[in-house]
């Protein structure tokens, strides 16, 4: 089974509601035997300012770019 890494930025129109949906089609693909995931999740847009002061942090943007 192929393990597959993700990286997640909830926020403005994607956001908490969406990305759980998201985590349970991932662990479809898992419990049917397709694929794992490593998931690592960040911030962007409103909740990035109001954590980081910035629409995304360079931590998460250096993730997003890897």
Do not use: C
Not at 20 to 27: A, E, S
Not at 38 to 53: K, R
């Amino acid at each position: 089974m192929a393990t597959h890494n993700l990286f997640m930025l909830p926020g403005d129109g994607i956001g908490p509601e969406v990305i759980g949906q998201v985590r349970r089609v991932l662990d479809w693909f898992k419990e049917n035997g397709i694929a794992t995931f490593n998931v690592d999740e960040g911030l962007v847009g409103g909740s990035a300012y109001d954590a980081h002061g910035a629409a995304i942090s360079d931590a998460d943007m250096d993730k997003a770019m890897a």
